[in-house]
């Protein structure tokens, strides 16, 4: 992104030492080598400590949450609710406005639903800042991932509001010219902070201020941000944020929705049932305030611990100092990629302003089998159209290959990966 943090990067030795904490990064792969694993993206690793917090709530404090009045029920109620408070202390929020999601897909779909049911008369006057129609629009961009894109399509279905989006340059940043499908009749804007194709950054502070003009509320998908650079909501001043766990060192099966307290308050919830109420006669219900408003049903409690284990192990290296050290890593891949003939990036090939989130074509051979023939190598990269068919098309391809780093990553498994790139066309083709 910016190399002036250089001298804040993790240094060599720093980066061993938080290698040595991954059990799976010891393993080796197809040809006996240990596997490089470039596919952060679709799933970080988990450092042990991660592992173990899961385990030890298991063994020693599980009990249902906000029920017992039994010690290990208190235990697990505390350790539930002291999860959401680092979670929210991780990207500078108020416990109170993070709701736990089973990943970031639902979190998104929350808001859809939300603004669905907000239009359908639930949720009262309070509920009507959310609710749209005829003549009223959402925006989002041809950059986003099918899970910041699909909710906000199938909520303009269900409700006659239309549907625009940003485009694009060339290399897949969002066009700043295109700012002005934002029009006054936009409800709201749903975008991605990075690519999850491309690794660009988006310009937020621009997408913000249009949407502001026009009374406009912002969502941010964070998947791809989170794990990689400082994640300050306030900053970034928008008005609901997703994140995922998985993609962040912690547990599957667990996102949040973090929204700004008064919103939320005005929200009508999605699902409904055990967890959630004031009080419930047979003709009707009162709802709890949030987040437990938006919190049915059990919950995943083991994994709220091991994701908060897994910021705890992030806030003690620093966010910025993994940016710092993902630059020059991320540098490494475009170079790396750029020097094998016949391979174009999809995205921006400089290193400003972009993560190391790098999709790339192979002349000639199809994406499947360049991911084949680099694991082969024991090199792990994602193929397929990463859940971003738009994007793709944007870029006329069908699909790709990407290579996603992480704070473990070496230079080492760059160049690794590098030569083993450029061995591809040799292997299938014979150029
Ligand atoms: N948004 C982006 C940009 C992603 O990359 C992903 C996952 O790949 C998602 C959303 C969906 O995340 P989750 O798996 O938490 O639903």
């Known amino acids: 992104m910016t190399n002036d943090r250089s001298t804040m990067a993790l240094t060599t030795a720093e980066v061993e030492q938080l290698r040595a904490q991954f059990p799976i990064l010891g393993r080796l792969g197809r040809d006996g080598r240990p596997i490089v694993y470039l596919d952060a993206s679709a799933t970080s690793q988990k450092p042990q400590r991660v592992i173990d917090a899961e385990a030890d709530f298991y063994s020693h404090h599980n009990a249902a949450v906000n029920r017992g009045t039994h010690m290990l029920g208190d235990e697990s109620t505390e350790a539930f609710e002291q999860a959401r408070s680092v979670v929210a202390g991780f990207v500078n929020a108020q416990p109170q406005e993070v709701v736990w999601t089973k990943n970031a897909t639902e979190a998104i779909n929350l808001v859809a639903y939300a603004m669905s049911n907000a239009s359908a008369g639930m949720g009262g006057a309070e509920a009507k800042r959310f609710a749209v129609g005829p003549g009223d629009r959402i925006v989002a961009t041809r950059a986003e991932h099918h899970a910041n894109l699909l909710p906000w399509q199938e909520l303009c279905k269900r409700t006659g509001a239309e549907f625009a989006y940003l485009d694009l340059e060339p290399d897949g940043r969002i066009d700043l010219n295109t700012l002005d499908v934002i029009t006054p009749n936009t409800k709201l804007v749903a975008f991605t902070h990075v690519s999850n194709v491309t690794g660009a950054v988006s310009p937020v502070e621009q997408v913000v201020q ?43 099966g667990i996102g949040a929705l973090w929204g700004r307290y008064e919103l939320l308050d005005a929200m009508p919830p999605v699902l409904v049932g055990g967890s959630v109420i004031g009080h419930v006669t047979m003709e009707d219900t009162i709802y709890l305030p949030p987040p437990t408003r938006f919190e049915a049903g059990s919950q995943p409690v083991a994994q709220a611990v091991g994701w908060a284990e897994a910021l705890r192990f992030l806030g003690e290296i620093g966010m910025d100092r993994i940016a710092a050290y993902e630059d020059q890593i991320t540098s490494e891949m475009i170079k790396v990629i750029s020097e094998v003939d016949g391979v174009r990036i999809l995205g921006p090939a400089d290193t400003t302003g972009r993560i190391g989130v790098v999709a790339f074509e192979v002349e000639g051979i199809h994406p499947h089998d360049v991911g084949q023939y680099l694991d082969s190598e024991s090199v792990a990269v994602r193929v397929g159209h990463h859940c971003a068919i738009p994007l793709h098309t944007f870029f006329n391809v069908r699909s790709s290959n990407r290579a996603s780093a992480s704070v473990t990553t070496t230079l080492d498994e760059v160049h690794r990966f590098g030569e083993a790139l450029s061995r591809v066309r040799g292997f299938f083709g014979g150029f």
């Open 210 to 252: 249009a949407a502001r003009e026009v009374g406009a509320l912002v969502l941010l998908d964070t998947c791809q941000s989170s794990a990689h650079m400082p994640v300050d909501v306030q900053k970034l001043g928008v008005d609901f944020a997703v994140f995922s766990s998985h993609k962040m060192l912690g547990p599957t």
